[in-house]
């Protein structure tokens, strides 16, 4: 006969009785050299102010600790661990995770995303900053030179909720075309004098769907709806421009939104689509995303910020007045590619007095014969600094004609010279040196000029091309190390402020394992990595 066995949640029932073999004590478990010793030791110095001020004096206390929380959110960050689902059950299987419990019971993974979103959110860039402080503090960073990257990152967003700021102007023009005439018509019908202007679109829209509103209620217009009932002229008035007004407040959000951008996400609104590098498609498809800048010294991430700007050109000068804000002192001396030259970036590091190394965009060009030999270049005419002309390959002078003012998307202004050749009419050379059908003009812009002399320069003396190799291998190789080893490729998070407390997240991870790996290969105090000698 068949015994049949009732089951109960508690499986211990289920079974005889065993002999507890592991030590009640995890102290043995936990090898002496594991880095969660060490991650645990670090965050131990920081100071947690700001975190338990996130915490309401009120009610019951949280069930755990929230150094403990932090330290078990930034250890699963760097194990390549970042689900909350995934970091509870290692809370309640892994002997490290159980380590840093200290015998406090495992937080579910709501306790967990609640603590990561909310109380963490409003302290973990002092957290961050703090441990970069430390790690200054023992002499792990150099202070001497920055080297900057930046990478895109897609975002928690569905690939195809785009907005386009360029679909979005076009279908409001059209739109405000059709009201121009609904106006009129309406001007007409009840005698009045209501007029639509581009710049106050909404209030007169809102203006005219009041009154019509109104009219309807003191003459008492019946609204009907469903098949075979006839709309009276006035419910169709009214329903045309309640129309009108829902998709003008819906262009008014979208270009709320919008910024300097040119798209956005629905389901995330901070991100904008940009080409990513490694696409799922292979096509080089638009995907929303972030542009995730990190500056690295010694091989440490010194600083992480997060932007919505797809070229990195526009990031370089709000990144480093950051790291300043934040650390409390001046690099001086910047190294970063050449996604980053501009005339405003070389401004800012001369007025902060700081030495740029940056390769000019044209690096690569100038290198090639092709390039040597186009005379339609600037680079190859010569130029008479004394009284301000160019001389063309036909030997005839580009003079100045005037000043023009270019401003920037951050508002700086520049100041571009423009040149045009004294007579192009029947010269030999003109197809090689101009499309144009007039005389050839050059745009030149003197101070970027010599900015870009000034960086070129620097990188090619003995310190630039240590830096330069060192950039590759630091700053590159930590985005490596990110992306391919801790296998992060996508935020889980949705939304600028969260986006930027899981990349400090992983910063935090990336660090204090560097640490780790820096002791056991007895590298502590190294800073760059010398040049191969032949």
Request: glycine letters at 4%.
């Amino acid at each position: 006969m068949t015994k049949h066995l009732k089951y109960h949640k508690n499986y211990t029932e289920l079974g005889e009785t065993y002999q507890l073999v592991l030590p009640l004590c995890l102290e043995g478990l936990v090898p002496e050299d594991d880095s969660v010793r060490l991650l645990s030791h670090i965050l131990e110095d920081l100071d947690y102010t700001k975190l338990y001020l996130a915490y309401s004096a009120k009610g019951r206390n949280p069930a755990v600790d929230p150094k403990t929380m932090f330290k078990i959110l930034t250890y699963a960050y760097s194990q390549g661990i970042y689900s909350s689902r995934k970091i509870e059950k290692a809370c309640r299987r892994d002997i490290n995770f159980m380590w840093l419990l200290a015998g406090q019971k495992a937080p579910d993974h709501s306790t967990i995303a609640r603590f990561r979103t909310g109380f963490l959110a409003s302290a973990c860039e002092d957290l961050f900053y703090q441990l970069v402080r430390l790690l200054a503090s023992m002499g792990e960073i150099s202070q001497e030179t920055l080297f900057i990257d930046g990478t895109k990152l897609e975002a928690c967003a569905n690939k195809y909720t785009f907005v386009w700021k360029k679909s979005v102007g076009k279908w409001e023009e059209k739109m405000f075309l059709k009201l121009q005439d609904a106006v009129q018509m309406l001007n007409r019908e009840y005698i009045q004098s209501f007029f639509v202007s581009k710049d106050h679109r909404t209030t007169d829209l809102q203006r005219i769907v009041d009154f019509l509103e109104k009219y309807c209620l003191d003459h008492h217009v019946i609204f009907v709806h469903g098949r075979g009932k006839q709309k009276t002229p006035h419910q169709k008035y009214y329903e045309l421009f309640r129309r009108f007004l829902d998709r003008q407040l819906l262009y008014d959000l979208h270009n709320s939104r919008f910024g300097d951008r040119n798209s956005y996400s629905k389901t995330d609104v901070d991100a904008t689509f940009m080409h990513m590098k490694d696409d799922h498609m292979r096509n080089a498809q638009l995907k929303p995303g972030y542009n995730v800048q990190i500056a690295v010294d010694s091989e440490y991430i010194v600083a992480a910020d997060i932007f919505s700007d797809r070229n990195d050109v526009w990031t370089l000068v709000p990144f480093l007045k950051t790291i300043e804000e934040k650390l409390g002192y001046r690099y001086p001396s910047v190294t970063a590619d050449s996604g980053y030259e501009s005339e405003e970036g070389y401004e800012h590091l001369k007025k902060n007095h700081q030495i740029p190394y940056i390769k000019p965009q044209t690096y690569e060009k100038w290198k090639k014969r092709s390039f040597k030999q186009d005379i339609s270049k600037r680079e190859n005419m010569k130029y008479e600094e004394t009284e301000d002309y160019y001389i063309c390959h036909a030997g005839k002078h580009l003079h100045s004609l005037y000043i023009k003012k270019q401003r920037s998307k951050n508002g700086y202004q520049s100041d571009v010279t423009v040149y045009e050749c004294e007579n192009c009419t029947g010269c030999l050379y003109k197809e090689k040196c101009t499309r144009s059908k007039g005389n050839k003009r050059l745009y030149v812009s003197k101070k970027f000029i010599a900015r870009r002399q000034e960086s070129y320069e620097n990188i090619l003396s003995d310190t630039g091309i240590l830096y330069r190799m060192n950039r590759s291998i630091q700053v590159e190789g930590a985005f490596g190390v990110l992306k391919s080893d801790y296998d992060f490729q996508r935020f889980l998070l949705r939304g600028k402020t969260k986006v930027k407390l899981e990349i400090l997240l992983l910063c935090f991870g990336y660090n204090t394992n560097k640490l780790h790996a820096k002791i056991q290969n007895d590298r502590l105090g190294s800073h760059l990595f010398p040049l191969k000698t032949a």
